[in-house]
């Protein structure tokens, strides 16, 4: 059973120390599959599951019935298989055509307005753009009333570095509805572009969202 495995060499636990890139693809299986049966643990049920097809090759295109049809493995864990192929599927379908492109604070508010508008606490979000403006990633970076000493540079720029990312665009919101930057709103926006500039990862704004309306720190002449 999985559990008789030493710690460092279960998959899940392998996977948080180590990183999923560092799991062979019978141990990544181990981990959708959660469990094996009574006569073998799913690590070796993992191991038959890809023999049997052939490898991902060929499992990927496997549909529920013969998935099922292999002992050990049944509708939830098929299901479980099928939803994280057609996952990878789409994912290798992405275009970077078809990322959210930021050419203005109004493309950048756009972007949040319908999510923030309503949040009832102050969310500081960090969008991080590569070098033809488009958002590969976006993160909260925090929950809460803004301050100085609380967004901290390093939750900021740590994913920006992490994601390559050429430019960042922060926005967080008044739950008032008010966009009007407080003096906390600009002390925080000068501290991150100081940082920018050392790392070397522009801030491009600091957008303030109200109920329908926005705040530029850039526009506001606070960068």
């Not at 120390?17 to 981990?31: D, F, K, Q, R, V």
């Not at 949040?112 to 403006?133: G, I, S």
């Not at 925090?142 to 901290?152: C, E, K, M, R, Y």
Request: hydrophobic share 40%; aromatic share 6%.
């Amino acid at each position: 059973m999985i559990r008789d495995f030493p710690i460092d060499q279960r998959p899940r636990e392998r996977l948080i120390n180590n990183g999923a890139e560092s799991l062979s693809n019978h141990e990544l299986l181990a981990i959708l599959l959660r469990t094996g049966t009574k006569s073998e643990s799913v690590i070796q049920l993992s191991n038959r599951l890809l023999t049997q097809f052939g490898g991902l090759m060929w499992l990927k295109d496997a549909v529920l019935e013969e998935m099922t049809n292999l002992k050990g493995i049944g509708q939830a864990k098929a299901v479980q298989i099928a939803a994280a192929v057609e996952l990878g599927r789409r994912i290798s379908n992405l275009s970077y055509d078809e990322r959210y492109v930021i050419r203005s604070p109004e493309d950048g508010a756009n972007y949040v307005m319908n999510d923030m508008r309503f949040l009832t606490q102050e969310h500081f979000v960090a969008l991080y753009l590569n070098t033809k403006n488009q958002v590969i990633h976006r993160q909260t970076i925090f929950i809460g009333s803004l301050n100085a000493s609380i967004v901290h540079p390093r939750e900021v720029f740590k994913e920006a570095i992490r994601r390559s990312a050429a430019s960042i665009i922060c926005l967080h919101n008044h739950p008032s509805g008010d966009p009007s930057p407080s003096r906390e709103d600009i002390e925080v926006t000068k501290r991150l572009v100081e940082c920018g500039k050392m790392i070397g990862i522009e801030l491009l704004d600091h957008l303030i969202i109200g109920d329908k309306k926005y705040v530029s720190m850039k526009e506001k002449g606070y960068m």
